[in-house]
């Protein structure tokens, strides 16, 4: 893969800390900053994907009753999951 360089300004404690930050780890500097941005990109992707499945769990049933349990199955004809606190809720 081809590298691009970046110039960035941070203050002298910042960059001393990333210095210290990567000697700590073994690492070059930029690849202690990479490993940053890397890490910080996969977590934006985590929470969205956290998000989506609690929003998911929480509206299984509104899709359930809407679209069916299966692909075709439409409106009224799904079974209604049941729902937190009720018999038979997991």
Excluded: C, W
């Excluded at 500097?29 to 977590?43: F, P, Q, S, T």
């Excluded at 509104?62 to 038979?88: I, L, M, S, Y």
């Amino acid at each position: 893969m081809a590298k691009t360089q970046l110039n960035v300004r941070v203050d002298e404690a910042t960059a001393e800390a990333a210095r210290e930050r990567a000697l700590q780890r073994g690492v070059s500097m930029n690849r202690y900053i990479e490993e940053l941005v890397l890490k910080d990109a996969g977590e934006v992707g985590q929470t969205f994907v956290d998000a989506a499945a609690d929003f998911m769990k929480r509206y299984e049933h509104v899709f359930a009753e809407e679209f069916g349990p299966e692909p075709g199955v439409g409106r009224g004809r799904a079974a209604t999951p049941a729902r937190e606190g009720q018999p038979g809720a997991t």
